[in-house]
C-alpha cells in the first residue's frame, strides 16, 4: 500500500457475506453494474487482466507489477 497512513478501515456494503470460489452470481452483478457506467469498462477490465496474467508468468514481469504497485 503506497500510503498505509492515510487508511483506517473499510466499509462495504454490498460485499459477499460468505467467501466461494465460484461466484458466478456475484460477477453478474458486478458485470452489469460496471457497464451502466461504460459499456467499455468490462472489455477494459477482462484486457488488463489479461496482460497482468501474461506478465506474472515471467521474473521480469513480475517485477514490473511490483515496481507498478510499490
Given at each position: 500500500?503506497?500510503?498505509?497512513?492515510?487508511?483506517y478501515g473499510?466499509?462495504?456494503?454490498?460485499?459477499?457475506?460468505?467467501?466461494?470460489t465460484d461466484?458466478?452470481?456475484?460477477?453478474?452483478?458486478?458485470?452489469?453494474?460496471?457497464?451502466?457506467?461504460?459499456?467499455q469498462c468490462?472489455?477494459?477490465?477482462?484486457?488488463?487482466?489479461?496482460?497482468?496474467?501474461?506478465?506474472?508468468?515471467?521474473?521480469?514481469?513480475?517485477?514490473?507489477?511490483?515496481?507498478?504497485?510499490?
Open positions: 500500500m503506497k500510503y498505509p497512513h492515510l487508511i473499510a466499509l462495504s456494503a454490498s460485499s459477499p457475506m460468505t467467501a466461494l461466484f458466478r452470481e456475484y460477477l453478474v452483478v458486478v458485470r452489469n453494474s460496471l457497464a451502466t457506467y461504460n459499456e468490462n472489455e477494459a477490465i477482462s484486457n488488463g487482466t489479461k496482460i497482468i496474467q501474461n506478465m506474472i508468468a515471467s521474473a521480469a514481469g513480475r517485477a514490473d507489477l511490483k515496481k507498478a504497485f510499490q
